[in-house]
């Protein structure tokens, strides 16, 4: 069990992203990675060359990148890990729309309701 005086907090990319690309650099076995932001600058080409090379010796890796967040650069980045021996997978999640809007959205509209008033009060029908 690992108490507080075990953890150290890392403020940021620029104390984080070296020990993680050293912790993939060091993986035996596997890695599992999952980003929002994943970009084909200078630190995303980090990232892709240690990720790259973990797979060629043999580990298992596993990319999950957001669709929106790298969505600039995200299917050249699955395009070269992917030929690199990693699974990648770009994860888009569905539009959200505002319940008000919902109906004109879908293909049937929800059924409408009529307000009725009742003893001075205004109602929603059933």
Do not use: N
């Amino acid at each position: 069990m690992q108490t507080a005086q075990d953890l150290t907090l890392l403020d940021g990319g620029a104390e984080a992203f070296p020990r993680m690309v050293l912790a993939i650099e060091q993986a035996r076995e596997s890695v599992q990675l999952e980003m929002y932001l994943f970009r084909l600058d200078a630190t995303g080409r980090r990232f892709v060359a240690a990720l790259s090379a973990a797979a060629a010796r043999g580990v298992t890796v596993r990319v999950s990148l957001d669709g929106w967040g790298s969505s600039q650069d995200a299917r050249e980045i699955k395009a070269e890990l992917v030929a690199a021996g990693c699974a990648v997978s770009i994860q888009v999640l569905a539009r959200v729309v505002p319940s008000s809007r919902a109906g004109a959205q879908s293909s049937q509209a929800p059924p409408r309701r009529r307000a009725r008033r009742v003893r001075g009060r205004h109602q929603r029908g059933r």
